[in-house]
Nanobody, 124 residues
Framework: QVQLVESGGGLVQAGDSLRLSCAAS????????MGWFRQASGKEREFVSG????????YVIDSVKGRFTIYRDNAKNTVYLQMNSLKPEDTAVYYC?????????????????WGQGTQVTVSS
């Protein structure tokens, strides 16, 4: 059974940092592209960042560029999202997801496995 388990969320102040982790099990991690999505209250889920199977390619959306970094450790079956200089507008539930598509998928429909999410709250 495939499981993606996120951790590392919490309540922080603006300007602080958090590192989210997503531990995968039940799948051959290295053959999946991985992504991080977020969903703020009352808003649709949005793609935040993605990384290719071996980690050679990464992508982040403009609103987090320069602040968020995605990376993975295939030996540990884990993908990370380092979030620096957090802003109140980053407040959301963050989800990791796995995709069998090549490259760095950005659409939620391209992802087949999802974690349950971790809450990130940034106070001003």
């Amino acid at each position: 059974q495939v499981q993606l388990v996120e951790s590392g969320g919490g309540l922080v102040q603006a300007g602080d940092s958090l590192r989210l982790s997503c531990a995968a099990s039940g799948l051959t991690f290295s053959v999946y592209s991985m992504g991080w999505f977020r969903q703020a209250s009352g808003k649709e889920r949005e793609f935040v960042s993605g990384i290719s199977r071996r980690g050679a390619g990464t992508y982040v959306i403009d609103s987090v560029k320069g602040r968020f970094t995605i990376y993975r450790d295939n030996a540990k079956n884990t993908v990370y999202l380092q979030m620096n200089s957090l802003k109140p507008e980053d407040t959301a539930v963050y989800y990791c997801a796995a995709s069998g598509a090549l490259g760095i998928p950005t659409l939620s429909g391209q992802y087949i496995y999802w974690g349950q999410g971790t809450q990130v709250t940034v106070s001003s």
